[in-house]
Each structure stands twice: as structure tokens, then as C-alpha cells.
């Protein structure tokens, strides 16, 4: 078994409605949905072709739909532990899933909930070339991005990378890990705007998948936008109103 630590390498969409969910999903990606045993329960996984990349699970009362990035950690009590010491607050604390892996669920101290995750069978391995319908990259919203930052880095090691940014917007930071950039983090455009991490899907054709998700009953609220040396990339909110964005890199 090997693991990528530092790597996001799973999404769950958190919703109060899973089957409007899965339809919007499997129409516009083409995934497919198996609901397989864990423990005494079921798990919703999400399928891309044959490789299962994320889940649907419940929303609690009250919860807001969401996408839920998990971290891969070499041991998730420890690192909760830490997370908890550098600002961060239980969202789920530490447990087993069916002798799958161990997790945990955390809201950062800007607000934003992301997962820990150590799986029992160890991490998908990097691609040289994402294909479609998987995840290309992830990326924070954040009310404090220094806050942020100095969390990250202490807690899970990474090292700070810097993109140059449109003409008055907020520097763009990578996230990167033993080198490889696993995430970036950015100030929202909007102070009001809770923290948030937002998945990105790598997609062949970034306009025909935008006009595809509002054919579906989702919105487009950004792009398509190129963004030199990365690649085009739209930002969507979902029938259920969770956010999610799509990219076409540039090698695609």
C-alpha cells in the first residue's frame, strides 16, 4: 500500500436531497452511483468509469449542501489532535467506517469543513493525465486566507506557492507537498461569503459542460474564464446548492 499524504483523495457530497443529487451528477459527468456495504450500513460510492472517486452521504438538519474534500494523513487521531491545537473545531470526531479507513471531519478556523482520511488499502496513485470526470484539484475560499495559511502549514506541512492573480484580485497560494502542488487557497472575492473548499472536475470541452450543468437546472456563476497556463474553468452551484467547478487544462 502506498499514500499520498497531503493529497485530497476523496469528495463526498453532503446533501438533503442524495437522489436529485445523483441524477444532476450522472447526467452531466456521466458518473454512475453503487451503493456498497459498510459495516451494518450502506455507502453511496460514486463511480467515473471504474474507478470510485467520492460518495453521497446525508445532510444533518440544517446543514448546508456541500462538497467535502478528504486529506489524506498518516494517522488521523494525531492530526485531529493538532488541528484542534492550531484553531480548528469537531466537526466529526475520529472513527472507523466499516474497516474501510478511519476519518474525521474538522472546520478549519476561517470556517471552511474538509475530512481527514487514512484508507486501509492506501491512496489512488497520482496520473500523469487526469481524465474526465475526475478530480482535477481543489481549492479554498477563504474569509482569512493568512489564518488559513498558517493553519495548513502547520498542521499538515506544506510548503506555500504563489500564482500570479488577474489585475485586482487576491494572490492565489499553492498548496504544495514534498513538492507536488495538492490545492490552492485564495481570499474570497466576497467578505460576506462563508469559507468553503470548492472541487474542481476536469472536463474536454469547458463551455459545452457549463451550458450541460444549466440545461440540468444548475447555474453557472463564473466563466467559462481562461486562465493563462492552466487551462478554461467555470464555477457551478448545483440543483441542490452545493458548488462545484469544472476545468479543462490546458494539456486536455
Not at 451528477?25 to 450502506?42: D, K, L, S
Not at 474569509?143 to 510548503?159: M, N, P
Not at 490545492?183 to 470548492?198: K, N, Y
Request: with cysteine.
Amino acid at each position: 500500500m502506498s499514500y499520498l499524504h497531503g493529497k485530497f483523495v476523496w469528495f463526498e457530497h453532503t446533501s438533503s436531497d442524495l437522489p436529485k443529487a445523483r441524477s444532476f451528477y450522472e447526467a452531466w459527468f456521466g458518473w454512475h452511483t453503487e451503493a456498497v456495504p459498510m459495516g451494518t450500513q450502506r455507502y453511496f460510492m460514486i463511480y467515473n468509469g471504474d474507478d470510485g472517486i467520492g460518495g453521497y452521504c446525508e445532510a444533518n438538519p440544517g446543514e448546508t449542501n456541500h462538497w467535502v474534500g478528504y486529506l489524506s494523513v498518516a494517522d488521523v487521531d494525531a492530526t485531529h489532535a493538532a488541528a484542534l491545537a492550531a484553531g480548528a473545531r469537531t466537526l466529526m470526531a475520529p472513527g472507523d467506517f466499516g474497516g474501510v479507513g478511519r476519518g474525521s471531519a474538522l472546520a478549519d478556523p476561517t470556517g471552511a469543513p474538509f475530512a481527514l482520511w487514512k484508507g486501509s488499502r492506501g491512496d489512488r496513485p497520482d496520473l500523469a493525465k487526469t481524465p474526465a470526470g475526475d478530480w482535477g484539484w481543489n481549492e479554498l475560499w477563504t474569509s482569512d486566507e493568512r489564518k488559513a495559511l498558517a493553519f495548513y502549514e502547520k498542521v499538515f506541512g506544506y510548503e506555500r506557492g504563489q500564482m500570479e492573480a488577474g489585475e485586482g484580485q487576491p494572490p492565489y497560494y499553492v498548496l504544495k507537498k514534498d513538492g507536488i502542488p495538492r490545492a490552492g487557497l485564495a481570499r474570497s472575492v466576497d467578505p460576506a461569503a462563508p469559507s468553503m473548499w470548492l472541487p474542481y472536475v476536469v472536463v474536454q470541452d469547458c463551455g459545452a459542460s457549463a451550458a450541460k450543468a444549466t440545461s440540468l437546472g444548475g447555474q453557472v456563476v463564473t466563466g467559462p474564464v481562461d486562465y493563462e497556463g492552466i487551462g478554461q474553468y467555470a464555477v457551478v452551484i448545483d440543483p441542490t446548492g452545493a458548488a462545484i467547478a469544472i476545468i479543462r487544462p490546458l494539456e486536455s
